[in-house]
């Protein structure tokens, strides 16, 4: 059942699954928190009580009136933790919510257990994708429909697509809430103005899993071997063959990953 609560100048939306210490999932550029598969919520819940919530401007969680940065979001996060008595919690981003979860462990170490960093970067222009990608990436032209097949071509492999057409049907063509197109345009000036946290990676105290697709052209895998080696003591997985969307393409090898990393 999703609730509210008011969080600074926001109404946040979220929901909360199971039971035990609490995993906080950040969602990515663009997406609501509808985008989490029940299955993969469902796996994780069975260990841990499972937190998912809209980032401001998506669908339930209202826009506010202070500006869109990474920055904002991650204090966004935490004290959206507080208004719902979290004091601690692991965290999981994906994309730009590997952006904000590395501010969120940076600017509040101890609400941060563990930290996983899911086919992000830690500052745009280090290791870029190609023109023709972002080129893809921005065009807004066409219905919908187009838009969204156009960004569906950047997330996975194309060899993967070929063969995986009722798979894609099962993630995407479901309920995703309210997406304007205004917050997407401040979500990615946010993304791209963001000063990155390269020069501080090594201020990480958590224990850190970064995982990305061999095959992931939005994010290059560059970036995260890159902060694979910033980070103290952290972990690499690289899930062959995937793309930016691997938790969509091999959905269980994914929870393994995160299970095993969490349980250690």
Not at 16 to 34: A, D, H, K, Q, T
Not at 87 to 92: K, Y
Not at 132 to 156: A, K, Q
Request: overall charge negative; hydrophobic content about 40%; glycine content about 10%.
């Amino acid at each position: 059942m999703e609730k509210t609560v008011q969080v600074g100048d926001i109404q946040v939306g979220y929901r909360v699954r199971g039971e035990g210490y609490p995993l906080l999932m950040i969602m990515g550029y663009g997406c609501s928190m509808n985008l989490w598969e029940e299955k993969f919520i469902e796996t994780l819940s069975a260990h841990f009580k499972v937190i998912i919530f809209n980032n401001r401007g998506i669908d339930s969680t209202t826009s506010g009136t202070k500006e869109f940065t990474i920055e904002q979001f991650a204090e966004d996060t935490a004290e959206f933790m507080e208004a719902i008595g979290i004091e601690q919690a692991h965290v999981l981003g994906w994309s730009m919510g590997a952006m904000i979860g590395q501010e969120l462990a940076l600017r509040y170490p101890s609400k941060v257990g563990k930290l996983m960093l899911f086919a992000g970067h830690t500052g745009a222009s280090l290791f870029p994708p190609s023109q023709e990608v972002i080129d893809t990436m921005t065009n807004m032209s066409g219905t919908p429909e187009e838009r969204g097949m156009r960004v569906i071509s950047i997330l996975f492999p194309y060899s993967w697509l070929q063969t995986n057409g009722q798979r894609l049907g099962e993630v995407f063509f479901r309920p995703m809430g309210e997406l304007s197109d205004e917050t997407m345009g401040k979500q990615g000036t946010a993304i791209y103005t963001w000063r990155g946290a390269a020069d501080r990676l090594g201020e990480l105290k958590c224990q850190t899993l970064v995982i990305t697709g061999s095959e992931d052209v939005l994010v290059l895998p560059t970036n995260s071997e890159f902060m694979h080696e910033k980070i103290p003591g952290s972990t690499l997985e690289m899930i062959e063959k995937g793309g930016h969307g691997a938790m969509f393409q091999y959905p269980e090898l994914f929870c393994d990953k995160v299970l095993d990393f969490l349980k250690k």
